[in-house]
């Protein structure tokens, strides 16, 4: 079982949903964790407070923000492993905001790339994203698979992407480019289509949501999370770009009926106009292959979809206060 026991681990995006999780993972695994979250005045850490204060009391929270050279460096300093997940990541707020998702997820991550770069670190490991290959050209995906970005979102996450493989071919920086298929869990946010559908499941039979047709790839986050922790530990994943994925992949529909069946409850959806991604940019199948993970990780994935949507409707359903479901967050 890989590990990073005893060393000092650096999680940007700490706060997010996958970024929460790996802190958690992290710690109880004997990691020194140091956690960068984005700034705000009411000291909000995100996903980072949901964890139980025993995990959480041994994290060093440091709140910065991507585009500040200053705070990315300090938060680099003095840590040996930089698992980079910060980012700006909900699609449909790219087409509302694009150069925000620039900013940060470009330019942010050339700050975390030449602070890592400057300070020495041992080992970086950057989320990239299945987004980055609009729908599928030939399945399964595999890492040579062509670029073609669908969104703002994807464009800017590509250029992240590159700065990333420039900075390991230019400077000898150590870094792996992980890309992860869908992920989900307990603790998403309402932003993602799993979230969406049980949190609304658990409040009604009638669902509004957008197109039913798109097929994902979808990987539970303790699977993720591992594939993280494998790439941080693997010498011959520096300098690769590797997929996080099942191989096996559902409609949006399909999950409607899953859903159904978990909670024994006939679902009707009524298509909401709002969440309509416009034609050319949403994105129709994603499915992954994850040989060169079995291969280069000893990765494999280990919680199959029934399991994990169970595991998943059991945390929302003890935490739907923490969701308005009748809101469309975009």
């Not at 409609?251 to 050319?280: F, H, W």
Request: hydrophobic share 40%.
């Amino acid at each position: 079982m890989t590990t990073l026991a005893g060393k000092a681990v650096l999680v940007t995006g700490a706060g997010g949903f996958i970024g929460g999780h790996l802190v958690e993972h992290l710690v109880r695994d004997g990691a020194r964790v140091r956690a960068m979250c984005r700034y705000n005045s009411r000291n909000d850490r995100g996903t980072i407070d949901w964890l139980d204060p025993e995990v959480s009391g041994e994290v060093e929270v440091v709140p910065g923000e991507l585009r500040d050279v200053e705070s990315v460096a300090a938060a680099v300093e003095g840590t040996e492993v930089v698992l980079h997940l910060g980012a700006q990541i909900a699609i449909p707020y790219s087409y509302v905001n694009p150069r925000d998702f620039v900013e940060v997820n470009a330019l942010g991550t050339l700050n975390v790339a030449q602070a890592a770069l400057r300070h020495g670190v041992e080992r970086i490991v950057h989320t990239s994203t299945s987004e980055v290959y609009g729908t599928a050209q030939t399945v399964p995906i595999t890492e040579s698979h062509p670029l073609e970005p669908q969104s703002p979102y994807a464009a800017s996450k590509i250029a992240a992407d590159k700065l990333m493989d420039s900075f390991h071919r230019s400077f000898d920086l150590p870094v792996t480019i992980l890309r992860p298929f869908n992920t989900y869990g307990p603790r998403q946010s309402a932003r993602a289509i799993i979230p969406t559908i049980i949190g609304q499941a658990l409040e009604g039979s009638t669902l509004r949501l957008g197109a039913l047709h798109p097929r994902r790839d979808l990987t539970f986050v303790q699977d993720t999370t591992a594939g993280f922790v494998a790439a941080a530990s693997s010498e011959g994943a520096i300098g690769r770009t590797i997929h996080l994925g099942t191989h096996r992949d559902v409609s949006v529909g399909e999950l409607v009926e899953l859903v159904g069946e978990l909670l024994d409850r006939e679902l009707v959806v009524q298509t909401d106009p709002a969440r309509v991604r416009p034609p050319n940019s949403e994105v129709q199948r994603l499915l992954a292959s994850p040989a060169l993970a079995r291969q280069i990780l000893g990765w494999e994935p280990r919680v199959d979809l029934r399991d994990g949507l169970a595991r998943t409707i059991e945390w929302i359903e003890r935490n739907v206060r923490r969701y308005r479901v009748g809101d469309y967050v975009i």
